[in-house]
């Protein structure tokens, strides 16, 4: 099956009690036993529910895993995936990792002993350099926040696995649409599902796949032991929304395009970042491990010009936090999704203060572009 009908008729495509087309809605909390301490499938609704099962076998089947897991909210994904992992365990972490990720590990994760080492996972030296006799794992995003930047996932599998340990990619930004880090090498691949795969601004989720059958027992035993698990009904409506992942992302992909040859020519922008640019520098590996660019573009306003005013004068565009949606929603990572992170990390890391990062949405193009010309008009 080709990625897109995978999209449609992946995972348990129709709902096994009673042939419905769209996988019902099973609330419920627990499940009739009608013979004592026999097996049954179903049992207990946070361990197992035939909604969120359908949705788990469906981000397994599009990221080319055998397993999944959904979950309460990205950021309980990635706390489940790092809690594999115990006091006295290194994992090296990207160094332009989501905000929230750097706040889970340096306020929660610490406490329980986990050691960490924060490189820029795009330079093979440094990775090899961070690995410990203890290190059990390297966590990376690709393309990242908000910078975009590419690390080369095969070439980081290749030295993870010399070395004995496993690589977790969080895919958000990329979409299994664009990429699918288990097929490049990665042992897990996650996603803050509340971004393109829920797709409409209005689901908060976390989706988790792997193709390893010890991960997943232990992944399956995590989520159940931790019990930060996805409702029936918002995994309802994730399924809904990855149905149509396929059809979103080529509109937002044609429109990105658009708006980043208007960003690369416009004279009020400095430095654009977007994996499409040709002068970019990982430009060769996205086109080698990702299907498309995707849809996010950061940019810097030049010197003197006010992000604050540029972003408060869009008058389509939203001023969100956020990415993925139909919506163009755009935001100064500075201020709003990357705050948390002290300043001189920050500038270190390359993320400025004029910084802004545009998610850009499936409306029609020449609006965006009106949209845009008004307010760079105003600055
Ligand atoms: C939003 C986001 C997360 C966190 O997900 P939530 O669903 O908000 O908890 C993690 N990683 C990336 C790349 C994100 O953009």
């Not at 419920?28 to 076998?57: D, I, V």
């Amino acid at each position: 099956m080709k990625f897109n009908t995978k999209l449609i008729h992946g995972g348990i495509s129709e709902d096994q009690a009673t042939g419905a087309v769209s996988i019902p809605v099973y609330r419920t909390s627990t499940f009739h036993q009608h013979k004592l301490g026999a097996e049954s499938k179903w049992e207990y609704g946070r361990t197992g529910n035939p909604t969120r099962n359908a949705l788990e076998q469906l981000i397994a089947d599009i990221e080319g895993g055998k397993y999944g897991f959904a979950f309460a909210s990205g950021s309980a994904a990635i706390h489940a995936v790092f809690s594999l992992f115990s006091n006295g365990d290194h994992i090296i972490v990207g160094n332009d990792v989501y905000g929230g990720t750097f706040r889970l590990i340096n306020k929660v994760l610490k406490r329980f002993g986990l050691e960490f080492t924060v490189v820029d996972t795009r330079d093979q030296q440094a990775i090899e350099d961070a690995i410990k006799e203890n290190t059990k794992a390297i966590y990376l995003e690709t393309p990242t926040n908000p910078l975009l930047k590419i690390s080369d996932i095969s070439e980081i599998a290749r030295i993870a696995h010399m070395n004995n340990f496993k690589v977790i990619v969080d895919n958000t930004f990329a979409t299994p649409y664009n990429q699918n880090p288990l097929t490049l090498g990665a042992d897990i691949v996650l996603h803050s599902a509340t971004k393109y795969l829920g797709g409409h601004s209005d689901v908060v989720a976390g989706l988790v796949a792997t193709a390893d059958d010890e991960l997943a027992d232990e992944l399956f035993f995590l989520q159940n032991s931790i019990g930060s698990v996805l409702g029936p009904d918002d995994s309802w409506l994730l399924m809904r929304g990855i149905k149509t992942l396929g059809v979103r992302m080529r509109v937002h992909q044609e429109n990105a395009q658009i708006i980043f040859d208007y960003l690369k020519n416009n004279k009020k922008v400095g430095q654009v970042y977007y994996p499409g640019d040709p002068d970019g520098e990982g430009y060769e590996i996205a086109k080698d491990q990702m299907h498309g660019f995707g849809a996010i573009i950061s940019f810097e306003l030049k010197d003197g010009l006010d992000p604050k005013t540029f972003v408060e004068n869009l008058q389509l565009v939203d001023l969100a936090e956020s990415l993925g949606g139909i919506e163009s929603l755009i935001e100064v990572p500075a201020v709003m999704t990357h705050s948390a992170i002290p300043r001189d990390i920050r500038l270190k890391n390359g993320i400025k203060d004029e910084l802004i990062r545009l998610s850009v949405g499936v409306e029609d193009p020449e609006d965006l572009l009106d949209d845009l010309k008004q307010t760079f008009a105003s600055i």
